[in-house]
């Protein structure tokens, strides 16, 4: 299991099993998001040279950002070390694999979205998408879903096309998307009104959305989402909220909340081992959850502000 460390610069990887940080790899600015290769043997992470900034900020009074340091990182798993940085377009946030040979990239900045041929090692193509693109899923059907910030939208692409295909309404601020293994059912999260939209993945259609209930303390920000492996469930974190919601996708509900996971949680993920993983950049940790008891059973320090959540096929 690999962890990317926004302030650090780093990689953690995560044994399950020992439950610890084996390994750490130093690999660029603001590392973000991160994906592992069919095969097992690469990471990709997205790295950055923008100044990191909180939403809304006045960007003039910012640092200057580090172009050069924008790209997406390639770790050899079996060295453990950063082999080479691919182009990535303008600060590169979220990608996603489409097959073995490329990569779809969301450009927040640009409002682009940047494909990478991974056997060049250089850029295919560059996509308008909507305002502010963030996540990008590839689903089963080969589409590349981008979620836009700035105008409340999920695009599919074509990437053998090179064009949006459909493009779907979503809640304020959508953030992460994530697909059913079948196919049959994408999830939305919406951070500013605190829903999710989900989608039908068959029609490309909004199948209407689902309140995150609020509790006593912050209101919930959905940002990141992880779908089991059954297909039956959905786990969001929520932000400041510091909490993990269960979705019933079957009955398209909030199961339970499972509350006090970490500060700020935002990626996630599901590991074979069923456990889920959540990312906790201001409290520096990940933590591990039982969803058979709702349970946090032990958050592991990293460092760094942590961001995103992979692992292995």
Known sequence: MFVSNENAGTVSVIDPAK????????????????????????????LSGSPKA???????????????????????LDKLELVRVLPGGQDP?????????????????????TLIDLDDRAIRARVVIGKEPEGVTTAPDGLVWITSEGDGLASALDPKRREVVAIVPTGQRPRAIAFTRDGRLGVVTNENDGTLTLIDGKNHASLGSIALPRGAGSP???????????????????????????????????????????????????????LVYTA???SNDVSILDPKTARVVQRIPTGGSPWGVAVTP
């Open 280 to 282: 906790n950049g201001p």
């Open 220 to 274: 919930p920000r959905p940002m990141g989402v992880a779908i089991d492996r059954d297909d039956h469930t959905a786990y969001v974190t929520t932000g400041r909220a510091g909490s993990v919601a269960v979705i019933d996708l079957d009955k398209r509900a909030v199961l339970r909340t499972i509350a006090a996971v970490g500060a700020r949680p935002w990626g996630i993920a599901v590991g074979k081992d069923g």
């Open 54 to 76: 909180a939403p809304g900020v006045d960007e003039s009074t910012l640092p200057p950002p580090d172009r050069k340091a924008d790209g997406i990182g390639v770790v050899d």
């Open 93 to 113: 946030e979220s990608f996603d694999l489409v097959g073995d040979d490329l990569l779809v990239v969301s450009n927040e900045e640009t409002s682009e979205a």
């Open 19 to 46: 439950r610890a940080v084996v390994a750490t790899i130093t690999v660029g600015k603001r590392p973000r998001g991160l994906r592992v290769s069919r095969d097992g043997g690469s990471l990709y992470v997205a």
